[in-house]
């Protein structure tokens, strides 16, 4: 359990404060707290908001089922904001939409066999293609080398997993990731 008092600091309130500031981007009604892991007067108001709108009673106080009820909306409000890429590209093709992907395939360099850290450069070239057949014989996909929304979406779910949160320990929950 949370506690709300003032003097309560550390990971699960920054953790509760990622989830509520995501939430803000969904729900305008919330306001935009930052996550600095202490439960404060805007984390508390954040929280009785959802209360009130979601799950009341509202008391302030984050027990394992308001934890639990706040867990869920963010995996939704994930799923909303992470939206799949405007195009589609392939092998010899340029758009400034590749710069993202080309960016978390760097990344993801770093930490997993296989993915080369080719340039970031706008250009569906060899690199590229590697990197998008890689992604798709890791997900038992067809061997393409394009990059569609579902490839989008698996690169976006791996930066996040292997880049993101590896490099924020406090946000270290994959539960919170959601979708498969």
Do not use: K
């Amino acid at each position: 359990m949370i506690r709300t008092d003032a003097h309560f600091i550390g990971r699960p309130v920054r953790s509760l404060q990622t989830m509520l500031r995501t939430l803000s981007y969904v729900y305008p009604f919330l306001p935009r707290v930052t996550p600095d892991g202490i439960f404060g007067e805007r984390t508390l108001e954040a929280v009785m908001l959802l209360q009130r709108e979601f799950f009341p009673p509202v008391t302030g106080r984050v027990d394992q089922g308001t934890w639990d009820a706040i867990a869920a909306l963010y995996r939704q409000a994930e799923d909303r904001l992470s939206s799949p890429l405007p195009i589609t590209t392939s092998p010899g093709g340029e758009s400034v939409h590749l710069n993202a992907p080309q960016a978390a395939f760097r990344g993801l360099a770093e930490t997993l066999d296989g993915v080369e850290p080719g340039a970031v450069n706008g250009r569906h070239d060899g690199p590229t293609t590697r990197n998008l057949q890689w992604l798709q014989r890791a997900g038992g996909r067809p061997e393409t080398g394009n990059l569609d929304p579902e490839s989008w979406d698996t690169l976006n779910r791996l930066q996040r997993i292997f880049v993101t949160h590896a490099q924020s320990p406090s946000l270290t929950r994959p539960e919170l990731l959601g979708g498969g």
